[in-house]
């Protein structure tokens, strides 16, 4: 099956009930986003951390997975939110939503008379990891909820109340007034590797709590577009949709991720692949959370991409790896330490990036005013540079025929940057290059992403102020591979463009 017939779904959702309309329709409503959560009084954590080095023997667990999971399934909740949304008619996502329409047909579309609001009612898991009632789940289970239900493994009922989210991470932290209550040791998720066996923990489809065993297929999984901050956990576990918030333990009963998404494909349930966050992530989310009511993440200032063979070569890079400066924004961290575009980063304290969402998450989850350590490849030759970072902010075309180009950027067409175009292509003032107003899509540089309304800066490390720079800098490429900076939006970035 080819990728496309493949989604990224969250799994909050198992059951939507429209109350106001069809009472019970049940519903797995995807990758929505509901907003952000609303911050209350911070309890004092008393979280149990796990210390377990020595290694589980299989041969001795001759009731299988039974001694691990009794003490642990009463930690692992049941979580009931609902709300009030306004119904928006024919173009509301909800009756424009194949997997809706897919479970029940059109008898529901747009064509039917409907009520201005209806109530959502949606399921999920949570994991306790104090005994005095705080519980970890995703922020897309309880996202937007005005009323939340926790279920216990005793059949007791609890009213939650949300401490704080944290939507770039997909972390909640809700509290139950209760004491004395069933908690999950929190493990080590570093420790983690390709094959470790691990046990997932939820209540999928909302048919009750459920235990399942897999391994652990990948660590540090990112680039899948569901957060802006992924570092996954990766496992063939079977999870569900249901199954968010709900835990993911080791052989020793530890907590070592939250499940969050699986990649599914059209009935909406498991194919082997789920993504759990990791627990070192989640706990320092929450004890932001709890200390600060807010997650505060360290920032360097730059935008980064991951340095492909292609980019290693033009940069004289000897392999693959490390991270690429496509562009630094002015009065950051990183331009005041003086780093620049075409740097590329291959370690950060000591530790070697591999991939630009590497060096995301890791500068993420350091303070701000910490001193980062970064080793970096400039002009053919490393050099360490120390960055004091910052903190990461809350908010973090007409075009007129051009000259036709040659060589590897055969089928581009470019022109002058006016101001005019500058302004409708929403460029910093003063921005010069030329600007791309043709790109053939089956051209080597349509292959690689060059698109109209891109601003090429530089051919081959040399700046172009107009065509004739353009223009001589392709000459001197001898028809050769080239490598070009450009400017989208006022953020740079490299491209390289291989003749065929």
Do not use: C
Request: net charge negative.
């Amino acid at each position: 099956m080819s990728s496309s017939e493949f989604r990224i779904r969250r799994w909050v959702a198992t059951v939507v009930v429209l109350a106001a309309i069809i009472g019970g329709v049940a519903l797995d409503i995807g990758l929505r986003h509901w907003g952000g959560g609303t911050v209350f009084g911070a309890p004092t954590l008393n979280v149990t951390v796990a210390h377990d080095t020595n290694p589980v023997l299989l041969g001795n667990l001759p009731n299988g997975f039974a001694s691990i999971l009794k003490p642990v399934l009463p930690a692992v909740v049941n979580i009931s939110s609902s709300k009030v949304v306004k119904n928006k008619g024919e173009n509301s996502p909800l009756f424009n939503d194949p997997f809706f329409r897919q479970f029940f047909g059109n008898q529901f579309g747009p064509q039917q008379q409907q009520p201005r609001s209806q109530r959502e009612q949606s399921l999920g898991s949570g994991v306790i990891v104090t005994s005095d009632g705080t519980i970890l789940t995703n922020n897309h289970v309880i996202d937007g909820a005005t009323d939340i239900k926790v279920f216990l493994s005793d059949n007791r009922e609890f009213a939650g109340k949300v401490i704080g989210t944290d939507p770039k991470t997909d972390v909640a932290v809700v509290k139950i007034n209760a004491t004395a209550l069933p908690t999950l040791p929190i493990g080590d998720s570093s420790r983690m590797q390709v094959g470790d066996i691990v046990l997932a923990i939820g209540d999928p489809f909302g048919i009750g709590k459920t235990a399942t065993m897999g391994i652990v297929s990948a660590t540090g999984r990112g680039g899948l577009g569901i957060e802006n901050y992924e570092d996954f956990i990766q496992t063939d576990a079977s999870i569900n949709p249901g199954n968010s918030g709900g835990a993911l333990i080791d052989l020793h009963g530890s907590l070592i991720g939250i499940n969050t998404a699986i990649l599914s494909g059209e009935g909406g349930g498991n194919q082997g692949i789920g993504f759990a966050i990791p627990i070192n992530m989640a706990r320092n989310v929450m004890n932001q959370i709890v200390e600060h009511g807010k997650v505060v993440r360290g920032y360097l200032g730059v935008h980064i991409q991951d340095v492909t063979p292609a980019l290693a070569q033009q940069f004289g890079l000897s392999q693959g790896g490390g991270v690429l400066i496509g562009d630094v924004s002015p009065d950051t961290a990183a331009s005041k330490a003086g780093l620049k575009k075409g740097d590329v980063v291959l370690a950060l304290n000591g530790q070697p990036i591999e991939a630009a969402n590497q060096l995301q998450v890791q500068i993420s989850q350091m303070a701000p005013g910490t001193t980062a350590r970064m080793k970096i490849w400039r002009d053919g030759k490393s050099q360490e540079v120390a960055v004091t970072l910052g903190e990461l902010p809350e908010q973090a075309e007409k075009e007129g025929p051009g000259e036709s180009s040659g060589g590897a950027l055969e089928g581009v067409e470019v022109q002058n940057v006016t101001p005019d175009l500058a302004q409708q292509l929403e460029l910093p003032a003063g921005t010069k290059g030329v600007v791309v107003t043709q790109v053939d899509p089956s051209s080597p540089a349509g292959s690689v992403g060059l698109d109209r309304g891109m601003v090429i800066q530089e051919v081959n490390r040399k700046p172009v102020n107009s065509v004739e720079e353009y223009k001589r800098a392709l000459a001197a490429s001898n028809n050769q591979s080239v490598l070009l900076l450009v400017n989208q939006a006022g953020v740079t970035r490299y491209l390289v463009v291989e003749t065929h």
